[in-house]
């Protein structure tokens, strides 16, 4: 066995890659630490689903392993300087799920400002009706230009929305800026003129905490929050009070991490923040474009010579089409 997929692949991509290399599909051993140890030693390739962390010790268990690909995004379950030392390539879909999460953003900001949907959803029919707001007019602050960005920026402007935004890794005179229709501001003035914010940060440590008291106190009272970066950018304490007391009147984060808002934090049990577990990039249209990426970067890899120098790479990025969907380059549907 040449491929050990944990995770399935979108049908076609997956045929592709069994015509071309010999693959096994065991789910299974997601859930069985030693007889996945035991199938690791010659198997040149691994899919993997979230949940399975790659650690050191797992890959001395993997002598001929030379790719670990995954279809989601993500770093935090891989031990990439393992990787190096073993000189295992790392893969990921990276931009395949572009626009998919720049939709989840959109549809968050959506049901936040008609919120009486959301009540009919769960069907409560004799709620009192919610009065609305409407994104025509609005101004919402892009926090930070990670690629969903990118997409949701097109996305809000066609929707007649005035767009600010902040990012700390971007000078206010690139030219990104203007081409996404977005006003470059500094981010307390952002704060305080958003009605809405949208938050898609490429995390990094220094950024742990960076939403805390001292920049939350520019929030617009009022204003709504929806995001798909990592939730460790929020300082718990000063996001629980912002939404206590009003300045944030909502917010809808996906994928944070566990015990942000568990039993005995400051956020648990807030009636107005809403958790969705990773669920931005899990659309049919996603999935098939990962597959794909994954599919052919296997492939690549499987049939290269492997250097005698360190050639552990995070895979990416798939080119953009304009509208920020991820274009696969392997052949088949996209």
Same mark, same amino acid.
Not at 57 to 83: I, Q
Not at 129 to 144: Q, T, Y
Not at 162 to 175: E, F
């Given at each position: 066995?040449?491929?050990?997929?944990?995770?399935?692949?979108?049908?076609?991509?997956?045929?592709?890659?069994?015509?071309?290399?010999?693959?096994?599909?065991?789910?299974?051993?997601?859930?069985?630490?030693?007889?996945?140890?035991?199938?690791?030693?010659?198997?040149? =390739?691994?899919?993997?689903?979230?949940?399975?962390?790659?650690?050191?010790? #797992?890959?001395?268990?993997?002598?001929?392993?030379?790719?670990?690909?995954?279809?989601?995004?993500?770093?935090? $379950?891989?031990?990439?300087?393992?990787?190096?030392?073993?000189?295992?390539?790392?893969?990921?879909?990276?931009?395949?799920?572009?626009?998919? $999460? =720049?939709?989840?953003?959109?549809?968050?900001?959506?049901?936040? #400002?008609?919120?009486?949907?959301?009540?009919?959803?769960?069907?409560?029919?004799?709620?009192?009706?919610?009065?609305?707001?409407?994104?025509?007019?609005?101004?919402?602050?892009?926090?930070?230009?990670?690629?969903?960005?990118?997409?949701?920026?097109?996305?809000?402007?066609?929707?007649?929305?005035?767009?600010?935004?902040?990012?700390?890794?971007?000078?206010?005179?690139?030219?990104?800026?203007?081409?996404?229709?977005?006003?470059?501001?500094?981010?307390?003035?952002?704060?305080?003129?958003?009605?809405?914010?949208?938050?898609?940060?490429?995390?990094?440590?220094?950024?742990?905490?960076?939403? $805390?008291?001292?920049?939350?106190?520019?929030?617009?009272?009022?204003?709504?929050?929806?995001?798909?970066?990592?939730?460790?950018?929020?300082?718990?304490?000063?996001?629980?009070?912002?939404?206590?007391?009003?300045?944030?009147?909502?917010? #809808?984060?996906?994928?944070?991490? =566990?015990?942000? =808002?568990?039993?005995?934090?400051?956020?648990?049990?807030?009636? $107005?923040?809403?958790?969705?577990?990773?669920?931005?990039?899990?659309?049919?249209?996603?999935?098939?474009?990962?597959?794909?990426?994954?599919?052919?970067?296997?492939?690549?890899?499987?049939?290269?010579?492997?250097?005698?120098?360190?050639?552990?790479?995070?895979?990416?990025?798939?080119?953009?089409?304009?509208?920020?969907?991820?274009?696969?380059?392997?052949?088949?549907?996209?």
């Amino acid at each position: 066995m040449e491929i050990l997929l944990l995770e399935r692949l979108a049908p076609d991509a997956q045929a592709w890659l069994q015509a071309r290399h010999r693959v096994g599909f065991r789910p299974e051993l997601a859930e069985d630490a030693g007889a996945l140890r035991r199938e690791l030693y010659n198997v040149q =390739a691994l899919v993997l689903p979230r949940k399975i962390v790659v650690t050191r010790e #797992m890959l001395d268990f993997s002598p001929v392993l030379r790719a670990v690909a995954r279809l989601h995004v993500g770093t935090e $379950n891989t031990d990439l300087e393992a990787c190096r030392d073993h000189r295992i390539r790392v893969i990921q879909g990276r931009h395949a799920h572009v626009r998919s $999460n =720049a939709e989840y953003l959109l549809a968050s900001l959506l049901l936040l #400002m008609r919120r009486g949907i959301g009540a009919a959803l769960k069907g409560e029919r004799d709620a009192p009706p919610l009065m609305g707001r409407e994104l025509h007019g609005s101004v919402v602050g892009i926090l930070g230009l990670a690629p969903a960005a990118h997409a949701l920026a097109m996305m809000l402007h066609g929707l007649g929305a005035r767009l600010i935004g902040y990012d700390p890794a971007v000078h206010h005179t690139a030219s990104v800026w203007h081409r996404l229709h977005i006003e470059p501001v500094g981010l307390q003035e952002m704060l305080s003129m958003a009605d809405a914010v949208s938050v898609q940060v490429l995390y990094a440590s220094r950024f742990q905490g960076f939403l $805390n008291e001292k920049v939350l106190a520019h929030c617009k009272p009022g204003q709504l929050w929806v995001a798909t970066t990592r939730s460790r950018i929020f300082d718990p304490n000063a996001f629980a009070q912002a939404l206590k007391d009003g300045r944030i009147e909502a917010a #809808m984060l996906d994928g944070a991490e =566990a015990g942000f =808002a568990g039993k005995g934090t400051p956020l648990a049990d807030l009636p $107005n923040l809403y958790l969705t577990p990773r669920i931005g990039s899990l659309t049919h249209e996603s999935r098939l474009r990962a597959s794909w990426y994954v599919a052919q970067k296997l492939h690549e890899t499987l049939t290269t010579p492997r250097s005698t120098g360190l050639d552990t790479i995070l895979s990416g990025p798939v080119p953009l089409d304009d509208d920020g969907a991820a274009t696969p380059s392997a052949p088949g549907p996209v």
